[in-house]
DNA sequence: CATGAATGAGTGTTCATTCAT
DNA sequence: CATGAATGAACACTCATTCAT
């Protein structure tokens, strides 16, 4: 039927199906052991392959590391910040689709992880670092700036600081994903978080603030 | 005067300063390189005494990890939670000074690299999760959540959920000190936080919300 | 004939070589120098083999010493079992062809440095002594102990204690593998046993006693 | 009433009651444990005193050793020896006289222990073993060959090969508390001895022999 | 004399990495 | 391409030995 269409793809595939698979794996578990608790054998062994096979397409394990972080980035933000981009509307419920979407293309995936990797590991790898930076934190601060810019130009909201509001977005979303890979996980009910409930609450202090006048 | 007296002191004094020396040590190298990439004999050269002497004083890596979370946390904590229970004043004031005596007593402090280092280890640590959570986390929200209770029987906060309110005061915090000891030092000046503009740019958000009605 | 059959066969071999040559290099040095003193690196070096190795057949040091004491003696006295128990013929020649073949079986090989060992660390290895009791030395008495039966059953031996019985025929054959592994090998000309002289001895007592009436 | 008698004993007492104690806790420790799986914290607690003074009195653990084994076995055996030398009467009485003074003197003894740690060591004390060969192995063995001579000499006894006649009245005394020393304590009533029975079976068959013509 | 804090060489064990098959 | 047996450097932890007090 389609059989140009299909060679390409079963060829990328082939080439690509076991690094994905290890790099899936490799993901799961640095999140859930970190990076020196977490035995090369393991993750070769989730994959489905031997130790051997994992050397084949990464050097080293410090290379998968680096594969991880660069694999499991690039497409969830580029396409959670081209929805935003294209949104039309009130700055406010700009903002409520951001962190909504944010949540569905990236804090519920299986990328949430990496920032703690990234936070726990920073020291060890500064090259890792400078991408991390390049490829998210700049286009990621970069987007909450044009929202918050957006509503200020439209005079929809205070004039703020760009840089420590974008933070101040910031900080409760990666609080969220940091929580969930940390303490969620062994904690009892009490301490979960429930991300609607909490995006909400989130939500409505952004906009109107504690202070009942 | 007492020079019978004060020979004992010291020698007290002497038999903590090894211990001493060696949670600090450890502190700064296990916020520095994590857990597992901290060797026990770097902790030891960098506190000046022999590896050894080391398991002289904790019986086991894991267990000079969790001293150093006693030992660097607790203290501060209840430190912080006693200044802030006796305020008198308005609710925003009491909210503003429990940020900066934070600040002060926590997030400036070597102290504030323990919680990154609790995020990274909590899924192998279950053991020491249970106690943060009972000696840190409890306590911090049970504060956070005695400010935002009074601020509401006042009438000077708008209702709010009680759980997610204290998780998106504390987020902001948390993300001051993470950032501090894992992006922190290898940014440039474009990324760095002033704590105080931080500080003051959350307040601000917290009490009075972006939307401009 | 069979080269498909043979392929196996010989992949199985070499599968097993290795333990088995790691095996019989742990007897050697546990016996020589005991159990602690015996450097696992040793142990892998006289293999021929790498310490890693070792860790890959075997998961810890207490368990080589298990396996030692498993692979080198249960055959050999099973086989020694059998022997006996198909012998046919008056009780005094009974007695003789069980210490003549236990020596051919047992005392003469490597495997007779086993009792030494199990002596000096069955206070370390309760589970070890256990395991040694049911496998060797329970059957090992209970051999001797039918000898013993069959001898006062037909009326060529006294009635004697069972129990003590075959203790003290035991005792001598304990000797002489203890005495080959400990004082034999530092000892002058004049301290050496010649085996079959000894155990001819030990017959001519054990059926005649040294009284002259 | 008498100083002149109680001075030195004092005196010697003094310098001796440390050592004295470490000995006592040392060899304990050693038949139980072993020399390399013995701490030499251990044997100073278990004296009362405290590491350092163990090296006070003992250059090294191998010295502790070695002065273990020389103090605990000279006095017994000469007492033995003085003993069996002195008796009257038939050979055969002679016998069971020695066993069972034996029993009384060394075999019931804490110094029964010293065995199992002679050949347990052997291999890695040398000139210990030469030293005890001296002084317990060949007098020892000097006195079973007297008591072998005596008996044939008087025509109580068969002609017997001296050498290996002590060695079979031997094999049963070592073999006694080698057991008492090492399966003895684990295991349960079945295989306990019974040293008085032991003994007397013994005497029984070394004399008559399980031969009923 | 006695102590016990301090040491550091030594050991069992792990695990990322290699390579012959 | 894939394997898994083999490696050996690295590390946590131990413990005999020293020595200042």
Redesign the pocket.
Known sequence: MLPIANAPTRRAR??D??PGELLSAALDLFVEKGF???????V?HRA?????????????????FKAVVREHLSDHLSRWSDEIDHFEGSSRDMLRYALFSWWELIGSTKASGIPKLMMSEAGNFPELVAFYRQEVIEPGNALLARILQRGMARGEFHPIDLKYGVFLILAPLLFLVLWKHSFGPCCDQHTQIDPVTYLETQLEMLLHGLSAH
Chains 1, 2, 3, 4 share one sequence.
């Open positions: 082939r080439k199906a076991r020196s608790a977490t035995r090369v054998e393991e070769a489905g392959v031997s130790k051997g096979t994992l050397f084949l397409y990464f050097p080293s394990k410090e290379d998968l």
